[in-house]
């Protein structure tokens, strides 16, 4: 037969349109899509259920230090079983460099991390430390191995690079076609926010929210904007978590600037009083940039509908509640001393799918731009991300009338909370294929570890995104060639 397997009798939803359809997949890769496809050595009823594009999270810290050396609790064993539960057929954790770290010795330690996973993976590299060597020699060779965005941060005193380390790292990545990411929070604010709060001995953490205003994101986006555009690069904003720094993204980007974004479910479902809760509750809900109001949540699914943001991604940052994560400085510090971040790759998508499509916020096209698509072709993933001839069969059938109440026994991670406890979620992936192989089957792990293959990714897509021209400043025409 021609076919290994068959879906068939299913939904079948892109990020253009939702049509009923059969798909053919040979080789791990879909050959056909088609009204009726016959034969297939193994077939597959979607019983009128979604066929989608199997979700790419493209933001997760798995098996990675935190700046200050706590290590997250899943692992790419424990985190790509946990993605798969949600949706996901592939995700994109980072590769993290510490100061002093080579990038080739990153990528060997995150290749040997990584071998566990049963989803298909790569990496965002993250670069605390600029120097020569890793401008000149390693970035461009990491490039050539198919990684093709780089990640750097405004703040944390053992991140930031400083609005000249971003510049450098910005202008290499223009160099070779790479996106570079940002967590934008400006650094200077903050540490005046944590003196005046320490100064009066507000400690608990609500004054984390507090002590990361909205400004300082919103600052800090609108610096990095203006970096990338200086140097004609194209930029990924993370986590936007403000109305200003969304709307900030939306004007910029629809005058051209090369600009992607992204915000996630937290903001979205949770607000800063969370961070009220007793006792060590409360630092559960602690994450970077945090939590914010009401009012915020609004405004984010407007932005998210208008088409602002490409992707919502997790975020997901696994620190237990306890003293292996949160409270490796002890149970009784101030906030500043507790780790920052919440895990949820497993409730990306059906939180998204039960509030945004099911609720009328967003179409169930939009889901799969949002999802999977978008992520695709802002960091070169070709054979992702979307249902067609040619593509890997990376593919979730999701059922989209159940309703449960969220638990943490339904993450499947390493954790020991989770913060979308108790909400109602209606829409579950019951299967979901990495490259034709079911990892998730009838709603259960079938995947096996060391399943998954890193994926090398292309340049970013940057068609629909001329920049904005300010020839004075392009570097390639004021210093010449080298810097192409
Ligand atoms: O609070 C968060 N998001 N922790 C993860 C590290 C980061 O800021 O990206
Ligand atoms: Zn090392
Ligand atoms: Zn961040
Ligand atoms: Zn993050």
């Known amino acids: ?5 068959v879906i068939h009798s299913g939904q079948i939803a892109t990020a253009d349109q939702v049509f009923a359809g059969d798909i053919g997949i040979k080789d791990g890769r879909i050959i056909a899509v088609a009204e009726k496809i016959a034969g297939g050595e193994r077939r597959i009823d979607a019983g009128g259920r979604i066929v989608m594009p199997g979700g790419i999270e493209g933001h997760a810290h798995i098996a990675q230090e935190s700046s200050a050396g706590v290590m997250t609790a899943d692992d790419y064993l424990s985190g790509s079983i946990s993605a798969a539960y949600g949706g996901n057929s592939s995700f994109i954790p980072f590769a993290a460099q510490h100061r002093g770290q080579s990038i080739d010795h990153v990528l ?4 040997a991390r990584a071998r566990r996973s049963v989803i298909d993976y790569s990496w965002h590299l993250i670069i605390s430390d600029p120097t020569e060597a890793v401008l000149q020699d390693q970035l461009p060779r990491a490039f050539q191995q198919g990684i093709t965005s780089f990640k750097v941060f405004m703040t944390y005193d053992l991140m930031n690079l400083g609005d000249g380390g971003m510049l450098d790292i910005l202008t290499v990545a223009r160099a070779h076609g790479a996106i570079t990411m940002v967590h934008a929070e400006n650094n200077d604010m903050v540490k005046w926010m944590n003196r005046q709060l320490a100064a009066r001995g507000l400690t608990a953490p609500r004054y984390h929210a507090i002590s990361r205003p909205e400004l300082a994101e919103e600052e800090a986006i609108n610096r990095a904007i203006q970096l990338a555009k200086l140097a004609d690069a194209a930029l990924f904003i993370v986590h936007v978590s403000t109305a ?19 915000t996630c479910p937290q903001y979205l479902a949770l607000t800063r009083d ?3 809760r007793p006792g060590t509750e409360g630092a559960k809900f602690m994450c970077s940039p945090p939590l914010r109001g009401r009012e915020t949540q609004d405004a984010l699914w407007h932005h998210m509908a208008m088409g602002t943001f490409e992707s919502v991604s997790s975020d997901h940052a696994p620190y237990r509640a306890d003293e292996t994560g949160k409270f490796t400085a002890g149970f ?12 949820g790759i497993a409730m990306r998508l059906p939180w998204l799918f ?7 916020r967003i179409t169930l096209e939009q889901f799969v731009a949002l ?4 992520a695709a072709k802002t960091f070169g993933c070709t054979t992702k991300g979307r249902i067609a001839p040619g593509m890997d069969a990376d593919i979730a059938i999701w059922n989209p009338d159940v309703t449960r109440t969220v638990t943490l026994a339904d993450q499947h991670d390493n954790m020991d909370y989770t913060p979308f406890e108790g909400l109602q979620i209606t829409g579950r992936p019951e299967h979901v294929l ?5 990892v998730i089957a009838d709603g259960k792990l079938v995947g096996t570890e060391g399943q998954g293959q890193f994926f090398g990714r292309a340049p970013v897509d940057l068609r629909a995104r001329p920049g904005v021209a300010l020839p004075e400043f392009d570097p390639a025409q004021n210093f010449g060639t080298e810097l192409r």
């Open 1 to 5: 037969t021609q076919f290994d397997t």
């Open 108 to 111: 060997e330690t995150y290749g």
């Open 244 to 262: 200003g720094g969304a709307a900030i993204v939306r004007r910029e980007k629809f005058n051209g600037a090369k600009l992607f974004a992204e």
């Open 274 to 276: 969370d961070l009220d």
């Open 332 to 343: 009784d510090v101030a906030y500043p001393k507790i780790a920052n971040g919440m895990p």
């Open 354 to 360: 039960s509030e945004g499509v099911v609720k009328g």
């Open 371 to 374: 999802s999977a698509t978008n």
């Open 434 to 438: 990495t490259r034709g192989a079911s």
